[in-house]
């Protein structure tokens, strides 16, 4: 991961906490988050929000997985 003070772009990534039961679906008493992530290049910042939302989250009811790279003005 990139430093945030050389981040050119960041990947803006939504979240969720886990719900009590079983199946996999977003807490009823919880709120989705934000997080965002420095990337030295748009290029990561695509493979990076790609790769998450394809091998690391897992299908969820309720949750979209939606994902952004902004550009951070370093360039």
Do not use: H
Not at 8 to 30: D, K
Not at 51 to 66: A, G, L, N, R
């Amino acid at each position: 991961m990139t430093s945030p003070i050389k981040a050119n772009y960041w990947l803006v990534i939504g979240t969720y906490r886990q719900g009590p039961s079983g199946r996999p679906e977003v807490s009823g008493i919880t709120s989705p988050s934000l997080y965002s992530l420095p990337m030295k290049d748009l290029e990561t910042c695509l493979k990076a929000g790609d790769k998450i939302t394809k091998e690391i989250y897992k299908p969820v009811w309720q949750f979209d997985s939606k994902w952004t790279c902004v550009y951070g003005g370093k360039n």
